[in-house]
């Protein structure tokens, strides 16, 4: 596992958008979140992170390497996409080893990782069914069990639970966060939903329209908001909470 610190990142787009300068430590083991409307940046963060993107300015450093110019594959960080971004020609087995092979793993070596990996996401049996005959919760799952089979220092999802129902939502939330901490990864997060952020993260970023406006545990983040827009932003969740 691996701690993150974003120092003065900035990566904008000639058609507008991105993120301006942001610092932030996430510490090793932490459940951080990325919490924002649409287009407030957080996305593009976590691709900086993962190197999907190239830093305007500012470094990116895991521990006491600075990887802002290594290439994704040599990371040591996995991403979930929003889209899960499954291969709808492979079976599970097949999604899960596909980092697996990219790597040049020992062929003995990755079906016992790979059944490794599906047991964390309780899929169990499931790996020689075509991901497209899987729920979505399920490829949702397929998805987080081949960013874990190559055992990343760096867990990145982005909205992975959006495209979900509420019910198969909430479910899998308790999951993912039971999940995280049991093996302790550091998880980066990226979410528009104040509720999720909530109760998945021990801290939490708030950003608007590229700026960061406050890090801090959902408590503070609830309780003593930095700015204007954290307080607006998070009156709702306040309201439906004091219910």
């Known amino acids: 596992m691996s701690s993150v610190r ?3 990142i900035t990566r904008v787009y000639p058609e507008g958008g991105g993120i301006r300068n942001f610092s932030c430590d996430i510490a090793q083991g932490e459940f951080f979140a990325l919490l924002g409307p649409s287009g407030c940046g957080k996305t593009t963060t976590l691709r900086s992170i993962a190197g999907l993107e190239v830093l305007d300015g500012g470094a990116i450093y895991f521990g006491d390497h600075d990887v802002t110019h290594m290439p994704p594959e ?5 991403m979930v996409f929003q889209s ?14 596909f980092g697996l092979r990219a790597q040049k793993m020992d062929k003995a070596l990755i079906t016992p990782r790979v059944e490794e990996s ?4 309780q899929l169990e049996g499931l790996d020689k069914r075509p991901v497209t005959d899987l729920s979505g919760g399920q490829q949702q799952r397929v998805a987080l069990a081949r960013a874990l089979a190559v055992q990343p220092d760096i867990l990145l999802l982005d909205e992975p639970l959006s495209n979900l129902d509420a019910e198969l939502r909430y479910a899998t939330r308790e999951q ?5 901490k049991k093996l302790g990864i550091t998880a980066i997060y990226v979410t528009h939903d104040q509720e999720e952020a909530l109760e998945l993260a021990d801290r939490i970023a708030v950003l608007k329209d590229g700026t960061c406006h406050q890090v801090g545990t959902p408590k503070e983040i609830l309780e003593e908001p930095a700015t204007e827009f954290v307080e607006q932003f998070m009156r709702r969740q306040r309201a439906l909470m004091a219910r």
Do not use: I, S, T, W
């Open 6 to 8: 974003l120092d003065d």
């Open 118 to 121: 599906l047991a964390l996401v």
């Open 84 to 97: 899960y971004a499954l291969f709808p020609h492979m079976n599970v087995f097949e999604n899960v080893a």
């Open 176 to 180: 993912l966060g039971a999940l995280q």
């Open 74 to 78: 040599q990371r040591k960080a996995a």
